[in-house]
């Protein structure tokens, strides 16, 4: 009795005829299914899974393990990182919303690499997420007496999120990066803290990696680059990625914080809505 919606099965034709965008956060597979007939109905589309970030359909059913439903519109689908991928999203009829890690991972990344400042042949990429980001299915590793008071890695070597984290380097920099990537997960709701590790490409000073990182996200009002080493609670509740960089014994340390419920979920969809509608990209988010 508290709200007066009526729950109705889905129909995409229904759908299309009433909305002008739709924010899909059905799971990977299920998501391409409706967002088919919406985009070829003409109604635009925020899918926050997994189905349309990546560059093939044979990578997808590699790591996804199943055959992609709609394989013609992969590869081709804006990717919604508005720090990277902007201009092309305000005309796109389909953006992929990015995973969390990817998106702590390559803000981080990307300057230094395109710019030829880090060999993209040897990153490793240590992510640490609030148990949020394993999802909302109960399974033993996220149930309370297993994962508080506990930090644990997982999918080492085998986490879906290694290739869309290499593809988009790749899309964004234009260099062919081999990223070895372990996620973990910490006792806390929500955040994540990602370490990337890589060699410096040239003789280069901590300063110029730091000019780099500021050059690359002037005016982007999301990203702060920042000289203390970030840590999630700064993030915490916003669509903020704080990064910041040293150079230790030859290695170039970055590390990442955001929210991966905000600027690696929903707050990043906000902001690709408010690319595709027109809207100042801070609305609603600042």
């Given at each position: 009795g508290r709200l007066d919606l009526t729950l109705q099965n889905l129909d995409s034709s229904m759908v299309?005829?009433?909305?002008?965008?739709?924010?899909?956060?059905?799971?990977?597979?299920?998501?391409?299914?409706?967002?088919?007939?919406?985009?070829?109905?003409?109604?635009r589309v925020v899918d926050f899974s997994a189905d349309y970030r990546l560059d093939d359909a044979d990578t997808y059913a590699q790591w996804y393990g199943h055959t992609h439903p709609d394989p013609q519109r992969v590869g081709s689908t804006v990717y919604g990182l508005p720090e990277w991928f902007g201009d092309a999203i305000p005309s796109a009829k389909l953006v992929a919303n990015p995973g969390c890690y990817p998106t702590s991972a390559i803000l981080a990344l990307a300057p230094l690499m395109k710019s030829g400042l880090i060999d993209a042949a040897d990153v490793i990429v240590d992510s640490k997420s609030g148990v949020s980001g394993a999802g909302r299915t109960p399974k033993l590793t996220t149930h309370f007496p297993e994962c508080n008071e506990s930090l644990s890695a997982y999918n080492v070597g085998g986490h879906r999120h290694t290739p869309e984290i290499d593809q988009i380097l790749r899309r964004a920099t234009g260099k062919s990066p081999t990223v070895v990537f372990t996620p973990h997960l910490i006792p806390m709701d929500r955040g994540i803290l990602t370490t990337a590790y890589a060699r410096p490409a040239a003789d280069v000073s901590e300063d110029q990696l730091f000019d780099a990182l500021q050059a690359a996200y002037?005016?982007?009002?999301?990203?702060?680059?920042?000289?203390?080493?970030?840590?999630?609670?700064?993030?915490?509740?916003?669509?903020?990625?704080?990064?910041?960089?040293?150079?230790?014994?030859?290695?170039?340390?970055?590390?990442?914080?955001?929210?991966n419920l905000i600027k690696g979920a929903a707050g990043a969809a906000v902001q690709n809505f408010n690319l595709m509608f027109g809207f100042p990209e801070t609305t609603a988010l600042l």
């Open positions: 299309a005829a009433r909305c002008d965008c739709v924010f899909s956060c059905l799971p990977h597979a299920a998501s391409a299914e409706i967002v088919k007939p919406l985009v070829d109905g003409g109604t002037r005016g982007k009002p999301f990203v702060r680059v920042v000289q203390h080493l970030p840590a999630t609670k700064d993030v915490a509740y916003s669509n903020f990625c704080d990064i910041t960089v040293r150079l230790v014994r030859g290695r170039v340390i970055l590390v990442s914080c955001l929210d």
